[in-house]
């Protein structure tokens, strides 16, 4: 059962204009959410996080935006530029645990063209 | 240290074969997990240590598959009689107690011919 969906597998975006990737996720027990970037043959890398509280988190050119009433996160890449590209994942903690596991999507492919 | 270390980057391997990969994690980091990634999709849980106690295991992890953090530093991933459905991209990370951003070494790519 997929708890953190990525229903988009690529989304093409043309430099110096906005990316928007999408997630969504149904375990309502969720209480902080992250965005990793990976690159081929790397390990995936921490981008941006939200805490369950808040609905917007920023980081220069990257923001988060969390919609708990309807189980959405969105992260907005402005403006995106070609080293963008990349897999995006959207990952979930849930906070009926201690242990930090993380659920993750199945990633979005970004690519920003010139 | 500059982050998560893992070794060998990838791995050749015949069916029925035994494995074993490593994971050096930051040093200050005590929470240690274990996942892995298949094509299509994002990396999935198999098990998690704090300091040298395995705290949890995912099901996917079989009887074929053993962790250990020996000392609390350092752990290894071994898989037994490796299958073709083992194929994958085992991926290691660490973070400090409750902090909620782990950091991903590069991985060990499987290959079961």
């Known amino acids: 059962d997929q708890q953190v969906k990525q229903n988009s597998p690529s989304l093409s975006v043309q430099e110096g204009r906005i990316s928007i990737l999408n997630c969504d996720y149904t375990?309502?027990?969720?209480?902080?959410f992250l965005w990793y970037k990976k690159y081929p043959a790397e390990g995936p890398t921490f981008l941006i996080s939200i805490s369950s509280i808040k609905d917007k988190n920023e980081d220069g050119r990257f923001t988060v935006f969390l919609n708990k009433s309807a189980k959405h996160l969105s992260l907005h890449i402005v403006p995106s530029q070609p080293g963008d590209s990349a897999v995006y994942f959207c990952a979930a903690r849930d906070r009926g645990s201690t242990l930090g596991r993380l659920y993750f999507g199945r990633g979005t492919q970004l690519t920003v063209w010139p | 240290d500059t982050g998560v270390s893992q070794n060998p980057r990838h791995k050749i391997t015949k069916r029925g074969q035994n494995v074993t990969f490593r994971c050096d994690p930051i040093?200050?980091?005590?929470?240690l997990y274990w996942y892995r990634q298949t094509l299509g999709q994002g990396p999935e849980f198999l098990t998690y240590f704090q300091n040298e106690a395995q705290l949890e295991k995912s099901r996917l992890l079989s009887d074929r598959f053993s962790a250990e953090r020996p000392k609390g530093s350092f752990s290894t991933l071994e898989i037994q009689r490796t299958e073709q459905g083992d194929s994958a991209m085992y991926l290691c990370?660490?973070?400090f107690g409750s902090g909620t951003e782990a950091f991903f070494g590069q991985g060990t790519r499987l290959t079961v011919v």
């Open positions: 990370a660490s973070s």
């Open positions: 040093s200050e980091h005590n929470r």
């Open positions: 375990n309502s027990m969720f209480d902080y």
